[in-house]
Each structure stands twice: as C-alpha cells, then as structure tokens.
C-alpha cells in the first residue's frame, strides 16, 4: 500500500483498511512481535498518522476483533431473528454466511485464538458476552429443529458449530473458495445433527496412554508441576519458585533440570506428543480406516481430558516457546495430523487430500475448543461426546 500522495482524496473507511493491514502482521508475527511503526510502515504512512486513527496497538487489535463479533451478530439477525419455526434453508442460509466470512477474514478467528489474551479486562469481557449471546440466539433454534435435545446438549453442538468455522485459523490450507465453504456447511451441518452418547466411550483410554513415560523422578515431578500450574495460572503468571515449591524443592533447584521456563514449556509439549503418539500407534492397529479413525478420537479425547499437557501446549503463546525448539514440535504435531488426514483419504475417497486435511482440522478443533470452554468442558460425560463429535466431523 503505498502512502497517499499529498492533496490527494484519501481512500473511504481507512480505519478499516489499516486494521485489516495491522490483522496480518498480527497473525504472521504475533502480537509482541508487530510495533505501531511496523504496521504504518505496511500501510505506507507514518506512526504518528496511524495514531490519528488508533491510540495504540491494542486498540488495533480490538476493533478486528469487535468488527469479527459484529459480523457474526449481523449474520445471525438477518438469517434467525425473524423466523419462529426456522426452515432448513433459513439454516443453511446462516451457515453459508458463516463460512464465507471464515474462509474470508481468517486472521480473525486466528487473532481471538491467539492474540485475544492481549486485550484489556473490559474488551475480552464485553466480546465474550457478545459471543455468547451469539451462541444463545442459535442455541434456541437448534432447539425448535431438535426438540428432543436439552438446552445443555443443544449449547454444547451450537459451540461445537462454532470451532468448525474457527477451525480454519489454526492451518492454511485450502481449496476453492466455494468448495471451502461447501465442505465447512457440510461439516456444521453433521455437528448440529449428532446423536449424543448417553454413556462414556467404550477404550476411552488407549494402551499404555495411562503408563507413565518415564520413571518417578524429580525431573518428572518438576513436568507435571509445571504443567499444573501452567494449566491453572497461564505461562507468564508462574515463576520458577512456584514451580520448584509445587514440585517440593527450591525453586534454583529446578535449573538442574531444566534452564529456563522455555524449556519446560518445550518439555510439555514434547511429552504430549508422546502420549499421542502411542495412541496413534495403538489405534492403527484396528482393522479398517473408519475403526482406526475412531480409536484416534478416543485416544485424542482422552488424553486432551486426562493429564494437562496438551492443553498447556495449545494454550502456550508461540512466542514463550524456544526458537531452537520450535520445529521439532511443529514436526511432531504435523505427523500426527498426517496419520489422521492418511486414514480419511482412504476412509473417504471422494475427499481430495487438501479436503481431508480441512476435515481432520475441524475435528481436532473442536475436540480442543470444548476442552477449554469453560461452559461445556464440566460435563460428566465430556471425553465419550467429543468422541462423537469428532467422528460427526470426519463424517462417521
């Protein structure tokens, strides 16, 4: 974009346009890693002109976001708000909607996945309850298509719904941009219509998932202190004393093991991939694509409701993470990726690879999502239903 040559009109809606220029060096760099000037240098103008527009960083950030929660809600009210007994179409029509805008402003979803934790207090607040009241308005009409669900299990597919279309933040994959969107209405179309289990997953718990990867030891205290606490306080709020106190030592003592917090982080990660990897490994011994593909949704829900590992390595921002030990754990998550997206390409030959690599994403989302959503991730029967959900997904 170059700057706008002087006596010239300037462009209509600039706000707009620099928000959309600061979204994608966000998404690609991280939020520490962009700085005002960084993002006017983009947009062909001066920091101090970006200013007239936006106070500082996170104002940029919060207006993508407020304007992505905004078209949510315009979508919703066109398609749903008029209609008492919704049709079918009128569904579909709202779904279309949704993945259009997915499939067109996905440094959105990815900016609220990742970058969201950098608004103020008040910001998060007010998009969070805008967001659930998005998901109320759909709730009540699941209900009226699917009299027979509880308000509850309603929620929890309407949610479910929603990490479909979120889905394609976390990976750049991707195909025509009508297909895109084909493919994600299909998807949130299977979610809204699961059954639900009505009791837990049969091998909820893959062989060997259970068995400990390495002896007790003070190393492995220290893992599963730090995982704890990262778990329950986020990366940045733990110090290596409350690690080295959780773990029954002196905080200096946990550098033996390991030299930085970083390297912890990485450590959790690495032990994720391990657990996952011998579900993989234990799954793909089933007889046929579709009993293997279930068997790696068990294990997958299992281990995301078992020990907290996966969930720290999610949650953990990129930037806390080593560069030297980055690859190594992209690595390890695209292998594990592969073997479902290989199992789906022969489950489901009328998918393409690029398809099939779509389709494992949404179902691995979502199963990550209702992990962390605090409104459904209580659930008594949590591990079997994402099972479910994930198998709707594949298209099971």
Known sequence: MAPTPRGSKRPRDRKTQLAAVAAELLRARGYHGVGINDIAAAAGITGPALYRHFKDKQAILAHVLSAGVAELEAATDAALTSAQ???????????????????????????????????????????????????????????????????????????????????????????PKRRFEQLLVDIALRVLHAELPTGPATDAEPEGNGVPLAP??????????????FRAHGFTAVSMDDIGRAAGIAGPSVYRHFPSK????????????????????????????????????????????????????????????????????????????ARWVQLLDAARPELDTKEARITVHAALTVANDLTRTRRVNRRPNLTAELTSLMAAVLGR
């Open 85 to 175: 007994d919704p049709t079918p179409e009128q569904v579909r029509l709202l779904l279309g909607e949704l993945a259009a805008k997915s499939v067109e402003r996905r440094d959105v979803a990815a900016l609220w996945r990742w970058e969201g934790r950098h608004l103020d207090a008040d910001t998060q607040r007010d998009l969070r309850e805008r967001s659930t009241a998005i998901l109320s308005a759909w709730t009540k009409v699941l209900l009226r298509v699917r009299p027979e669900l509880s308000p509850e299990d309603a929620e929890l597919l309407c949610w479910a719904c929603l990490s479909v279309f979120g889905s394609v933040s976390v990976h750049r994959t991707s195909v």
């Open 216 to 229: 007790p030891a003070r190393r492995e205290q220290i893992l599963t202190a730090a995982t704890e606490l």
């Open 262 to 337: 970083a390297n912890l982080l990485a450590a959790i990660g690495r032990r994720a991939g391990e657990r996952l990897t011998r579900g993989a490994e234990d799954a793909l011994r089933a007889d046929g694509e579709w009993p293997a593909l279930h068997r790696l949704a068990e294990s997958y829900a299992a281990t995301l409701t078992g020990p907290g590992e996966l969930l720290v390595s999610f949650s953990a921002d990129r930037v806390h993470i080593d560069e030297r030990d980055r690859p190594e754990l992209l690595r390890i998550q695209r292998d594990y990726v």
